[in-house]
């Protein structure tokens, strides 16, 4: 398992862990990753979707680096998702995406009061 974050310090955080093998400090966006293509049979991110952080233009990028048949598990904060300018156009470009061929949507699953005062929303796709 790998983390990937912009943010020194929490991946500082995240190696007193001891869980992850490689720690990658790097913004997920449009840019291309140090990744190789097909490298990862699972991909998860939660809360990395809030404002000023990741943007709906890192979605090919997530796609790029996992396997085929592979799982993107995205949990976003509800509430962002129609107060967020960027994440307004979250769940239309996913469906673009899928349109395209690149990955299907297995769930979109409601976690209630997955932070304090809100819901969250869980999005799973399976790579193409």
Same mark, same amino acid.
């Given at each position: 398992?790998?983390?990937?974050?912009?943010?020194?310090?929490?991946?500082?955080?995240?190696?007193?862990?001891?869980?992850?093998?490689?720690?990658?400090?790097?913004?997920?966006?449009?840019?291309?990753?140090?990744?190789?293509?097909?490298?990862?049979?699972?991909?998860?991110?939660?809360?990395?979707?809030?404002? =000023?952080?990741?943007?709906?233009?890192?979605?090919?990028?997530?796609?790029?680096? %996992?396997?085929? +048949?592979?799982? *993107?598990?995205? @949990?976003?904060?509800?509430?962002?998702?129609?107060?967020?300018?960027?994440?307004?156009?979250?769940?239309?470009?996913?469906?673009?995406?899928?349109?395209? =061929?690149?990955?299907?949507?297995?769930?979109?699953?409601?976690?209630?009061?997955? %932070?304090?005062? +809100?819901?969250? *929303?869980?999005? @799973?796709?399976?790579?193409?």
């Amino acid at each position: 398992m790998d983390a990937l974050d912009a943010n020194k310090e929490m991946l500082d955080i995240a190696e007193s862990k001891k869980v992850y093998r490689n720690l990658i400090h790097d913004l997920l966006g449009p840019n291309r990753l140090q990744i190789a293509d097909n490298t990862y049979d699972a991909l998860c991110c939660s809360g990395s979707f809030s404002d =000023g952080h990741l943007k709906c233009d890192c979605l090919e990028e997530m796609i790029r680096v %996992v396997k085929p +048949g592979g799982v *993107i598990c995205l @949990i976003v904060k509800e509430a962002f998702l129609e107060t967020v300018e960027e994440y307004k156009r979250l769940e239309p470009r996913m469906s673009e995406l899928q349109d395209k =061929g690149l990955w299907e949507r297995t769930s979109r699953i409601v976690a209630e009061e997955y %932070v304090e005062n +809100g819901n969250g *929303i869980i999005f @799973i796709y399976k790579v193409l």
